[in-house]
């Protein structure tokens, strides 16, 4: 196994392993790259839907979308189509996938299919370095702060999810302690945060406007051109991320496993 660190905050590539045969000392190794690195690409994997499952496994304990419909002979799975014709992909703006749910996912498998020949990336970033890099004068206002998740950002106007999905709330720390590097860790959802804990409408646009300025700035992200074949796994609880709508007229199709996660912790109890 060779992990080959990117030049960014974040981001590695690990060259040398076949996901379907790794045994438990790989599945520690790929942990704790996981762990320092939080976004981890696999190159030429083949993979088929069950193995994505049983990878995904390894790591923790997994369940379908919930809001969207797996795929009938292996429901955990999400495929992620955009198809010539549409004009909207799926999670294009920055997000963390489900911060509406009171136990977000703790990472994701995205395992590439089918790939535009032009285009269609996808952008981490690190949400530690985010914390770090705010203004002392926003870090001291919102260390204590608690932020507001709704699904309906997402999901209000998409006819193909259950009627539950557009109702889904949770309230979690905007700075959180990571469960397993027990380092602090901006937890903003884009979109999906939608407000804070005792603040006005105005006042927490505002506040979130800001957030998302210095969460995204391109020194803080990782890009990756996909594939067929590529997986990316990613720690869902220190970084945000975005698939760009850049391929007009082309197909992506994309298959992700979503593993489970814990409540989010604040920094002090």
């Known amino acids: 196994m060779n992990i080959k660190p990117?030049?960014?905050?974040?981001?590695?590539?690990?060259?040398?392993?076949?996901?379907?045969?790794?045994?438990?000392?790989?599945?520690?190794?790929?942990?704790?790259?996981?762990?320092?690195?939080?976004?981890?690409?696999?190159?030429?994997?083949?993979?088929?839907?069950?193995?994505?499952?049983?990878?995904?496994?390894?790591?923790?304990a997994v369940k379908p979308h919930?809001?969207?419909?797996?795929?009938?002979?292996?429901?955990?799975?999400?495929?992620?189509n955009k198809r010539p014709g549409d004009a909207q992909n799926f999670g294009g703006a920055w997000h963390t996938d489900n911060s509406?749910?009171?136990?977000?996912?703790?990472?994701?498998?995205?395992?590439?299919?089918?790939?535009?020949?032009?285009?269609?990336?996808?952008?981490?970033?690190?949400?530690?370095?985010?914390?770090?890099?705010?203004?002392?004068?926003i870090r001291i206002r919102i260390d204590h702060l608690?932020?507001?998740?709704?699904?309906?950002?997402?999901?209000?106007?998409?006819?193909?999810?259950?009627?539950?999905?557009?109702?889904?709330?949770?309230?979690?720390?905007?700075v959180c302690l990571h469960p397993e590097t027990r380092r602090a860790t901006l937890f903003h959802s884009g979109a999906c945060t939608v407000g804070f804990e005792g603040m006005d409408d105005a006042e927490a646009t505002c506040l979130g406007n800001d957030l998302l300025a210095v969460a995204t700035h391109p020194d803080l992200t990782f890009r990756h051109s996909w594939r067929p074949g590529d997986l990316v796994f990613w720690d869902n609880r220190c970084t945000m991320h975005r698939a760009l709508n850049d391929y007009l007229g082309q197909t992506r199709l994309m298959h992700r496993v979503s593993i489970c996660g814990?409540?989010?912790l604040p920094i002090s109890l």
């Open 146 to 174: 608690w932020a507001r998740h709704e699904s309906k950002s997402v999901f209000g106007a998409l006819p193909s999810v259950l009627p539950e999905a557009r109702q889904q709330v949770a309230i979690h720390p905007l």
């Open 6 to 60: 990117s030049e960014r905050s974040l981001g590695a590539t690990i060259e040398g392993v076949t996901l379907s045969e790794i045994d438990l000392d790989g599945v520690r190794l790929i942990r704790a790259a996981l762990m320092k690195h939080l976004v981890l690409v696999f190159p030429r994997q083949i993979l088929t839907s069950q193995q994505l499952v049983a990878v995904a496994r390894m790591f923790g």
């Open 66 to 80: 919930g809001f969207l419909a797996g795929m009938e002979n292996c429901p955990e799975v999400l495929a992620i």
């Open 100 to 137: 509406y749910l009171p136990a977000p996912p703790m990472g994701a498998l995205l395992h590439a299919q089918v790939v535009p020949s032009f285009g269609g990336d996808t952008e981490w970033s690190n949400q530690y370095e985010a914390l770090m890099a705010l203004p002392e004068s």
């Open 262 to 264: 814990t409540p989010p």
